[in-house]
């Protein structure tokens, strides 16, 4: 466990180098905000935040399975992420940011990734 890494993964690396080559500039795991989202748009007062599908249970992915070993520690450690994303969500919507989850499997077709985040910064 100690080697998963929160920053700097692959799906979010997509989704970094694809917001910065459409031409927008963001902040990097903001500290002032709960949960400390994936990308800032201060000015925009929009978040995007990348998931992975297994960490946060993407729904109706095929990563999201559920280990069949040590069922009693995995079950409520993928709940609780689960539980503090809904948080963290509810509290932006609070303050007024805007917020985009980027699910990892999505991050695989770049057309329709690109279509997502046009839609979501540029309105």
């Known amino acids: ?51 992975g599908c297994f960490w946060h249970q993407h729904r109706g992915c095929l990563d999201a399975h559920m280990p069949k070993s040590n069922v009693g520690y995995w079950k409520p450690k993928l709940q609780k992420n689960r539980a503090r994303d809904n948080r963290n ?17 999505e991050t695989f077709d770049t057309g329709k990734l690109l279509a997502k985040l046009k839609r979501f910064l540029g309105s």
Not at 16 to 45: C, E, I, N, W
Not at 89 to 105: D, K, N, P, T
């Open 1 to 51: 466990m100690r080697r998963i890494r929160s920053k700097g993964m692959e799906p979010e690396m997509v989704v970094r180098r694809a917001v910065h080559a459409m031409g927008y500039r963001f902040r990097l795991h903001s500290g002032t905000l709960p949960g400390k989202p994936d990308l800032v748009f201060a000015s925009r007062r929009k978040i995007i935040d990348v998931r």
């Open 89 to 105: 969500a509810r509290e932006w919507r609070r303050l007024g940011w805007q917020s985009l989850c980027v699910w990892e499997c």
